[in-house]
């Protein structure tokens, strides 16, 4: 079944929140202009969960042409922040289970960003490398101007509750 599908980024108005179903595309009635009610607009999971997909998306291009995702910029802050960090500490601050973070630190190893030295046992210590010092000193900057982008975006009045707000929802333990 083919036919024009809009995606709920093609439909909200941001100013009013009323979505417009443009014409030659599906509606309820083809070729009908109308304006919709967005019915999840007064619900926090799914405002947060698009919020976060906009800023996820707009870090992710700020980031591209430095030459990493969101997920290994954050891998190599926090090894550049923890020197001698673990592996498995990393993972688990992170919350990125071994099978997915050993291919990744392998990448940064063969890049020449981290050094990987042996610890205790079988533990990986990491240290970032000249190069992995400068990349991560670059993230940074990244990061800081997102958050700031962040902050900008959010009403002068409720700035300093936007954190403490972030952290009761995500509930750490």
């Not at 400068?134 to 993230?139: D, T």
């Amino acid at each position: 079944m083919q036919g024009n599908y809009l995606r709920d980024d093609d439909l909200v108005s941001h100013r009013t929140g009323a979505a417009t179903v443009p014409s030659g595309s599906r509606s309820l009635a083809p070729g009908v202009e109308h304006s919709m009610d967005n019915p999840f607009l007064d619900y926090p999971g799914y405002l947060l969960r698009r919020a976060a997909k906009s800023r996820y998306t707009q870090l992710t291009n700020y980031l591209e042409p430095l030459g990493v995702g969101v997920f290994e910029a954050s891998i190599l802050v926090l090894i550049g922040r923890n020197p001698g960090i673990s592996q498995i500490e990393c993972g688990r601050l992170l919350s990125i289970r071994p099978p997915n973070l050993n291919p990744v630190i392998r990448r940064f190893v063969e890049r020449k960003l981290v050094d990987s030295t042996k610890g205790r046992g079988r533990t990986l210590c990491l240290n970032l490398s000249t190069t992995g010092e400068e990349l991560a000193r670059n993230i940074i900057a990244q990061f800081e101007a997102h958050e700031a982008r962040i902050y900008s975006a959010v009403p002068e009045h409720l700035r300093h509750d936007l954190v403490p707000l972030l952290r009761a929802l995500w509930c750490p333990s």
